[in-house]
Antibody, heavy 119, light 108 residues
């Protein structure tokens, strides 16, 4: 069964940092592009970042560019999101989601990990 | 940046047909995907590339895309279809994934 599992969420103060992880199983991780998508409480989905299987192609949403860094370790089937300079607006459930086709439909989603930025 | 507009809510009686729109500039030239998100759960892909259904998604779910509007159609609506629905595209011009604002489907 294809599966993604996130971890690393928690409570952090404004200006602080947090590193999220996502582990994939049941599919060929090394050739799969993976994304981070977040959802603020009571709000819609917001794409955050994506990374290709080789790590050569990386994109960021304007709202996080320069503060967040996406990376992966294919040897460990793991994806990461380093989040710096966090603000209350970054409070959200963070999902990792796998590209399912060249048109970038996300066919597999993790259960999400909650990040709360509060003093 | 590319913007896609969905109605905040759609209501339909059980057994009827629900249509959820996703408007965007020339969206007919994009490949549109649709997700269902039930309360407290992660999104699930229900339609990809305008009109294709992943395995396990009922035939009651269908999609179309033309001009400035993409549409998700749910036939013979059931109580279990009550959820939020989001459209999504990969906008290559901006190298951004874009989601619509979401539509809450209420089954009366």
């Amino acid at each position: 069964e294809e599966q993604l599992v996130e971890s690393g969420g928690g409570l952090v103060k404004p200006g602080g940092s947090l590193r999220l992880s996502c582990t994939g199983t049941g599919f060929i991780f090394t050739t799969s592009s993976i994304n981070w998508v977040r959802q603020a409480p009571g709000k819609g989905l917001e794409w955050v970042s994506s990374i290709s299987g080789s790590s050569r192609i990386i994109f960021y949403a304007d709202s996080v560019k320069g503060r967040f860094t996406i990376s992966r370790d294919n040897a460990k089937n793991s994806l990461f999101l380093q989040m710096n300079s966090l603000s209350v607006e970054d409070t959200a459930i963070y999902y990792c989601a796998k590209d399912g086709n060249p048109d970038r439909a996300f066919d597999i989603w993790g259960q999400g990990t909650m990040v709360t930025v509060s003093s | 940046s590319y913007v896609m507009t969905q109605p905040p809510s759609v209501s339909v009686a059980p057994g009827e047909t629900a249509k959820i729109s996703c408007g965007g500039d020339d969206i007919g030239t994009e490949s549109v995907h649709w997700y269902q998100q039930r309360p407290g759960q992660a999104p699930v892909l229900v339609i990809y590339s305008d009109s294709d259904r992943p395995s396990g998604i009922p035939e009651r779910f269908s999609g179309s895309n033309s001009g400035n509007t993409a549409t998700l159609t749910i036939s013979r609506v059931e109580a279990g279809d009550e959820a939020d629905y989001y459209c999504q595209v990969w906008h290559s011009d901006s190298s951004h994934v874009v989601f619509g604002g979401g539509t809450k489907l209420t089954v009366l």
